[in-house]
Every structure is written in structure tokens, then in C-alpha cells.
């Protein structure tokens, strides 16, 4: 039996999160304290007071989450006692929590994590004019129909396969209009449903060009360490150590497909059958379970963080 620790992305993001674990613990409490100093923000009384709509913005929520994470793990690791390298086999995180992953694993430190997804997140935004990019969840259909399906919405236009999260839940992205031609033409490709997703930018397509070039000089201008355990890149969806090839995959991450689907499919193929989602919700844990022979747990209140110390640290 192996373990691996999970970090969520965008859209686990909600008004209140993290506000128990900063009670409850002063080493949680912390972590929220240095991410708003790296970022010269209250970005912790924007977490728990909202406005929500505030919250969501990418430049935000980004840090955010990561921040949450940072503090279970902060709890697990100094409060409890946890080794991550002694315990955890990998770590791995959907989009953005790629960086709370190699910050839990010691690659990044904290305030750097939070300064380059601050950036991050602000030339997601910036990389495309609101109103121009669109996406959409494919119900139903697999990577393959949903790339068909994106081939022949183009049209010229940028449609590309973004996020294969699970067997039968792939999301694209692109322009507005190839979006739209492809949420019509998705019941041909074998989609039960396309859902248009309520997001301010499409991510992870080639329409985020100007962000990966952003994000290639911030990265250059940070230090990154070995983690203490392998990161199972989204673009790879395998195990990658070395810092300088973390630094590529980072920025080809964010033009690149999230291959969630897959970086699942290795951690059960490589003896991981328990996944912790370290952080704020419950996505990541709800699509673990989709995979027989993974027991999923969430990882994000004090009972939770309690409860998974006492099975790991015994």
C-alpha cells in the first residue's frame, strides 16, 4: 500500500474556507499570515469574509487555494508530526495545485508559491479579453471524441482539450464561437452533455500563449529544490524531480492539458490505493473514487486533519 497527497484547483474556492483550520491551529494560522505578507494583501480576510465574487477572480482564488493547502499540510507536518517522504509516495495537484504540491513537498517555498500563482492567475486573465474564450465539460464522451469533437468546432479557431479529469469528463477550451460550435456538435461525438462552465478565461489552450511567457520569466527568477517526493506532472502525467525540469513543465502546463485522468490511472498502476485531497472541497476526491481499488479522503477541517493523523502518524 502507498499514499499519495492531491491538491485541488480552481473552482474548490469558496467564502470561509480555511477559517476552522486558522482557529484551531497556530501553525495554519501561520501559513495564511505569510501569504498575505508575500503578497502585501488580506488575502485571509478576503478568504473568510468574502465578497465571494472578489474571492473568484483567478489572481485570487489561485493563492487562495494554495494557501489552504499549505496550512493542512503545515498542520500534518509540524503539529502532527507527519514525514512526507517517509509516508507519501507522490504528490500530484490539478492545474494550480501543482505549485501547492511542490510547495507541500518542499520545492517552492510558501511565499514564493504565493507571489507566482498571484501572477499566474492575473495573466490568465489578462492573456484573453473577457467575453472572447469559453469552456466546456463534455459528459459522457472520452479524450479521443472529445478531440474529434475539438478538431472539427475549430474551424480556424483555437479548440483544444483541456482538462481530462476522468473516464467520461473531459473539459475544452478555446475561443467563444469554437466553443459554442462545439457544445452544439458534442451529442455527434458521443457526449451525453456539454455544459459551458462559468470560468472568466480558457485555460489550459493555446490561447494562454501570453501567460506561459509570464510565467517563464517569473519561474526564472525563482529557486526551486528537488522535492522530497515526486511530483507526478499534469503534462506528463508520470513522476518528475529535477528542478529545471519542473520549471519547463510549469509553463508548458499552462497552455497544456491537465491530464488528471491519467495521472490517477498511474498512482493506482503504482501501488497507491490510499488519496488524501489536501485543501479546500471535494472535486479531487469525488474523481479518485471513480477509480476502483483508490480509497479517496479529504483533507480540509479539523476533525478531517485529526483523523488522518492518527492513521498516519501511528
Known amino acids: 500500500m502507498s499514499i499519495a497527497f492531491i491538491f485541488p484547483g480552481q473552482g474548490s474556492q469558496a467564502v470561509g474556507m480555511g477559517a ?9 494560522r501561520a501559513v495564511f499570515d505569510e501569504v498575505d505578507a508575500a503578497l502585501g494583501q488580506n488575502l485571509s480576510g478576503l478568504m473568510w469574509e468574502g465578497p465571494e465574487q472578489t474571492l473568484t477572480l483567478t489572481e485570487n482564488a489561485q493563492p487562495a487555494l494554495m494557501a489552504v493547502s499549505l496550512a493542512a499540510i503545515r498542520v500534518l507536518t509540524e503539529a502532527k508530526g507527519l514525514k512526507l517522504k517517509d509516508r507519501v509516495a507522490y504528490v500530484a495537484g490539478h492545474s494550480l495545485g501543482e505549485y501547492s504540491a511542490l510547495a507541500a513537498a518542499g520545492a517552492l517555498s510558501l ?21 472572447q474564450g469559453a469552456m466546456a465539460a463534455l459528459l459522457g464522451a472520452d479524450l ?14 483555437v479548440c483544444q482539450a483541456a482538462n481530462d479529469n476522468a473516464p467520461g469528463q473531459v473539459v475544452i477550451s478555446g475561443t467563444k464561437e469554437a ?23 480558457p485555460f489550459h489552450c493555446a490561447l494562454m500563449q501570453p501567460a506561459a511567457d509570464v510565467m517563464r520569466d517569473a519561474l526564472r527568477a525563482v529557486a526551486i529544490k528537488a522535492p522530497a517526493v515526486p511530483l507526478v506532472a499534469n503534462v506528463l502525467a508520470s513522476p518528475i524531480s ?11 502546463q499552462v497552455t497544456g492539458m ?36 483508490i480509497e479517496a479522503r479529504s483533507v480540509g477541517t479539523p476533525d478531517e486533519l485529526e483523523a488522518v493523523a492518527a492513521a498516519l502518524t501511528t
Open 179 to 201: 466553443i459554442e460550435r462545439a457544445i452544439a456538435l458534442a451529442p455527434k461525438f458521443g457526449a451525453r452533455r456539454a455544459v459551458p462552465l462559468p470560468v472568466s478565461a
Open 258 to 293: 491537465v491530464r488528471w485522468r491519467e495521472t490517477m490511472s498511474f498512482l493506482k498502476t503504482n501501488g497507491a490505493t490510499s488519496v488524501y485531497e489536501i485543501g479546500a472541497g471535494r472535486v479531487l476526491t469525488g474523481i479518485a473514487r471513480r477509480f476502483e481499488g
Open 242 to 252: 529535477d528542478p529545471e525540469e519542473i520549471r519547463a513543465r510549469l509553463v508548458e
Open 111 to 131: 511565499s514564493d508559491a504565493a507571489r507566482l500563482l498571484k501572477t499566474r492567475g492575473r495573466a490568465m486573465q489578462e492573456a484573453v479579453p473577457v467575453g
Open 144 to 157: 479521443a471524441q472529445a478531440e474529434a469533437l475539438a478538431k472539427e468546432a475549430a474551424q480556424g479557431d
Open 20 to 28: 476552522d483550520l486558522a482557529k484551531a491551529y497556530a501553525e495554519a
